[in-house]
């Protein structure tokens, strides 16, 4: 038995929200004061960056600030460092190299966590630089109050990052893994998202990751179908379409998780955290609109080019790429099918 596992875990967990502290003189996992900069951990991890040659290219922020990937950091202190994140993500780096498979065969919490410290460390960027006085974002994060409500939330069963955490019968987010087809695919690395429903996707090689991280697997729910029927090797195209479904899922979404820790008592070895859905005061989701929905593939489609009116060419049906016009899903070996005259 090691010193460490010997002395008994630290159940204490933060709330680094009062007083909106996510800046660099606090560690995000812990609180404990740290060195702006020099107790830091990257947003995307070394071995990211180095793989997919990040260190090169750049973000777009919401205020059309343009931030190089390896600037991306958290603030972190050496304990949490050491101990939580740096073995998180040499975990993952040995999971990625066996492609989808690897992440199929990874536990739910390991992959919200690795997912949830790189969209935690995106967002936290975001708000740390709305409070620059030059910075002037489209859609002010700091001013959303629903955002703010699901971030708290998120950060919740965030903390198993740090403190030995169990949920009690519930999954924090709904994540889908897909692939696509190597052959029609050109594109390494991919990252997006949209922090106002705590919703985002990264592309690893044929990989494509996509989570709403604070829904407690609703949206997987409502798209188990869809879900099922997406687990084969997909067209580049069809990963977007997907990825529209899921992100104007997020922001139809009409609910944000509560959760609760149980108290802790001494010789205890984890928390266990107990959730709560108050669909009492309306609807789960949103109605939803196909113009709306439209827009949505619009922008997970700009590579291709799709323009709106071939998306709404029947208003009541948008296009779709993975399912034909009978409702069966579609093997798309190339897009556009026929050259375009
Ligand atoms: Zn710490």
């Not at 700009?302 to 060419?313: D, F, S, T, Y």
Request: hydrophobic fraction near 40%.
């Amino acid at each position: 038995m090691t010193a460490a596992a010997a002395s008994p875990a630290d159940l204490t967990l933060y709330y680094p929200f009062e007083g909106m502290q996510f800046g660099p003189q606090k560690c995000f996992l812990c609180g404990t004061p740290t060195v702006p900069r020099q107790d830091s951990v990257p947003v995307f991890a070394d071995w990211l960056m180095d793989r997919y040659q990040l260190r090169e290219r750049s973000i777009k922020l919401l205020d059309m600030r343009i931030v190089a990937y390896p600037e991306l950091r958290i603030a972190c202190c050496g304990q949490c460092r050491t101990r939580h994140v740096e073995p998180l993500e040499a975990h993952l780096e040995q999971v990625s190299r066996q492609g989808v498979q690897g992440f199929r065969e990874l536990d739910e919490q390991t992959l919200f966590l690795w997912l949830g410290k790189m969209f935690y460390g995106v967002l936290v960027t975001e708000l740390l630089n709305e409070l620059d006085p030059l910075a002037v974002p489209r859609y002010p994060l700091a001013e959303n109050a629903q955002m703010l409500r699901r971030f708290q939330a998120f950060f919740q069963p965030l903390q198993a990052l740090r403190v030995p955490m169990s949920y009690d019968d519930f999954v924090p987010g709904s994540v889908f893994l897909l692939e696509t087809d190597p052959a029609q695919d050109d594109m390494p690395f991919e990252y997006d998202d949209d922090l106002s429903t705590i919703t985002f996707s990264i592309k690893l090689d044929s990989t494509v990751l996509v989570a709403c991280l604070v829904d407690n697997g609703i949206i997987g729910q409502a798209m188990r179908r869809v879900y099922k029927q997406a687990k084969r090797p997909l067209h580049p195209v069809q990963a977007a379409e997907f990825k529209a479904r899921v992100y104007y899922a997020a922001y139809l979404l009409n609910v944000v998780p509560d959760y609760y820790p149980r108290p802790t008592h001494p010789g205890d070895t984890e928390v266990v955290l107990d959730t709560l859905i108050d669909d009492t005061i309306g609807d789960i989701f949103n109605p939803w609109d196909n113009s709306a929905y439209a827009q949505s593939l619009l922008e997970m489609w700009k590579r291709w080019q799709i323009p709106l009116a071939e998306i709404l060419a029947d208003p009541e049906a948008p296009l779709s790429l993975l399912y034909d016009a009978d409702g069966q899903p579609r093997h798309l070996a190339r897009y556009p099918e026929e050259i375009r005259k």
